[in-house]
């Protein structure tokens, strides 16, 4: 078809972990610009399957490890932690212990109760990573687990996994750990688009003896570190959390270590505030010109850090991840004291009052209202947020809420320097998942035991800040670095086009709204693709209108990238895993590169074979 108006509709999203192979015959072969013959771009579709979905019955995930009273990991699967007591839908809660510390402590996992078309016939041609673990077990504390029925206990494993055991050193003889480690035999999972699109968060990777250095993940060995912890290093991108070794009966750094792919902030579907106004209210009489001048200057440093200002050469913001695009701060406006010890519904009237008298404007998606007690004000409703003990202790605490889907605001009550880094925290979590309590959740772990986390809550209690553009701010989560704070501030782009007109698959080529990698120019100019702030992939005619879009606006959306599995892929955040994907070409495993041609038509190649066109030809 062609077109020259934006098409709306999404791709094909449904092929489940990026796994349809969809191979494509077109017309138009030629790795050179020219127009199909066929002026309809007409495209044969042919679809094969490779490969089973679904998990096996014992697969591990969530490992955790007690030290008496002390939880040293306490992991988690699907985002339910394992030593809460309540396993993740589809598990059960194994307790493997460890000889020499108290019953009911040691090693405890999730294992998964397996999906019925999962069986032995087949177990060597599943979506998991290499060096997933399944059937683990303590042989004398917890031998009843299995992996589809094989006991690796005796050394017995299904079809494309092998039985690897681990000491357990104060055990009695012929206990030890024991599990079974997949070996990916026909390599189906070999990139993100496998390990972080569908499988159970949390899931064990390479799980070894320190002392026999007997695990892998992802084809890279995971034991004999120097740190201390797991290698974790076989995923590009840090996709795998490490762990220390833990054995009772050995000395500190030796004994069972593993990686795990750590639960990641969902995106739920609702709001995210890409691109707002912060709209500063001082709150109270003492405040002085100088101290105003200085928060101003504060909050003006953080959206301009939002915005990418100061921002390293081929780096964005780690916001951007979660579709934040940009942040302005408007004119202050200054309310005099009403009470000392305002309530949420106190904070509500104070600032419809100053919208009612067009102080401020009139709510909006795109506003944060953001009061600002003077420093000797604390609140006085203090399980709002279920924050009781930092409310009882007047340290820095602060809070953001909605007065409906389309109304934001935060607050920050301190007594201390930590303000306004906690400023930045709510600034983060508002933009982020603005209506959580009035509307559909955005980017949060909404789930039980983690009811209502939200990007920045787990990193706040170290107190780890980074600075970014000139001014200090909280750690947040980093879906990139699987559940680790982000420490820069800072996410490394996909690699920038190398050839005019091209992304190709090898570099893991892309682009990123918001920045000077948004756009790629075909080789005459004329025709450019667009990741739009909007959360829209647009191929535009430079001198002329819209071809061809994705039509995934409005959204967070913010990368469009040619991935090194060979698909081309529009995201929600900075990696693909579901439900974060929002359009794909499916040309897996073979694409090599993406082609703005100078026709007007937007191709995925496997070298000269086009696989996927946007059927735009000809100009």
């Known amino acids: 078809m062609r077109t020259s108006e934006v098409i709306e509709g999404s791709g094909d999203t449904s092929t489940r972990h990026g796994i349809s192979r969809l191979l494509i015959a077109a017309a138009v072969t030629s790795l050179l610009a020219g127009c199909s013959p066929d002026d309809n771009g007409g495209i044969e579709l042919v679809q094969s399957a490779l490969g089973v979905s679904g998990f096996p019955q014992g697969l591990t995930c969530g490992i955790a490890y007690r030290n008496g009273s002390n939880i040293v990991v306490n992991g988690a699967c699907n985002s339910m932690p394992t030593m809460l007591g309540a396993a993740a839908s589809g598990f059960h809660i194994a307790n493997d212990g460890d000889f020499g510390l108290p019953a009911g402590t040691g090693f405890k996992h999730q294992a998964y109760n397996g999906d019925a078309n999962v069986n032995s016939s087949n177990s060597n041609q599943l979506f998991l990573p290499k060096g997933a673990a399944c059937g683990f077990k303590h042989t004398c504390n917890s031998n009843g687990e299995t992996c589809l029925g094989f006991n690796p206990g005796a050394n017995s494993c299904p079809p494309g996994w092998l039985p690897k055991t681990a000491n357990d050193a104060n055990a009695p003889s012929g206990c030890n750990f024991a599990w079974c480690e997949y070996q990916d035999p026909n390599n189906l999972c070999t990139g993100e688009s496998c390990y972080l699109s569908g499988i159970p968060k949390g899931t064990a990777c390479g799980i070894t003896d320190f002392d026999k250095n007997n695990g892998q993940c992802l084809g890279v060995s995971t034991g004999q570190s120097t740190n201390g912890v797991a290698n974790c290093a076989g995923s590009p991108t840090n996709d795998f959390w490490a762990s220390n070794f833990f054995d009772a009966g050995r000395s500190s750094g030796h004994g069972v270590g593993f990686c795990e792919g750590l639960g990641r902030v969902d995106y739920h579907g609702g709001l995210v505030m890409g691109q707002f106004t912060i709209y500063p209210i001082f709150y109270g009489s003492s405040w002085t010109g100088p101290a105003k001048t200085l928060w101003q200057n504060y909050l003006n440093g953080v959206a301009g850090y939002i915005s990418g200002t100061g921002a390293p050469a081929g780096k964005s913001p780690f916001l951007r991840q979660y579709g934040i695009i940009s942040a302005t701060v408007a004119t202050p406006v200054t309310l005099a004291t009403m009470k000392t010890k305002p309530n949420d519904g106190d904070v509500r009237s104070y600032i419809q009052s100053l919208v009612n008298a067009g102080t401020l404007p009139a709510w909006a998606p795109n506003r944060l209202f953001m009061l600002l007690p003077e420093s000797d004000f604390s609140p006085d409703n203090c399980t709002l947020s279920g924050h009781t003990s930092a409310c009882d202790f007047k340290v820095w605490w602060g809070y953001h809420r909605a007065v409906s889907s389309t109304g934001f605001y935060a607050v920050t009550f301190s007594g201390n320097s930590f303000t306004t880094v906690l400023a930045s925290h709510e600034i983060f979590e508002a933009a982020t998942d603005p209506a959580w309590n009035a509307g559909v959740a955005a980017w949060n772990f909404d789930a039980p035991g983690n009811a209502r986390t939200e990007i920045c809550d787990f990193c706040a209690g170290s107190g780890g800040t980074f600075i970014g553009n000139a001014v200090v701010m909280q750690q947040c989560f980093d879906n990139k670095l699987s559940g680790i704070c982000n420490t820069t501030g800072y996410l490394n782009n996909p690699a920038a086009s190398t050839a005019c007109g091209r992304l190709f698959a090898s570099g893991g080529q892309g682009l990123v709204a918001g920045g000077p990698q948004s756009d790629l120019l075909s080789c005459d100019g004329r025709f450019h ?29 913010v ?61």
């Open 559 to 619: 990368t469009a990238i040619m991935q090194q599995d060979g698909n081309f892929v529009l995201n929600r955040g900075w990696g693909y895993y579901t439900p974060e994907v929002v359009f794909n070409t499916a040309t897996n495993p073979t694409g090599t590169h993406l082609y703005v041609q100078n026709d007007g038509n937007l191709v995925v190649y496997s070298n000269s074979t086009a696989l996927w066109a946007s059927n735009t030809c000809c100009h």
């Open 529 to 557: 693709l667009a990741m739009q702030t909007d959360g829209n992939l647009v191929l535009y005619q430079t001198s002329g209108p819209a071809l061809w879009a994705t039509g995934t606006n409005p959204g967070p959306a």
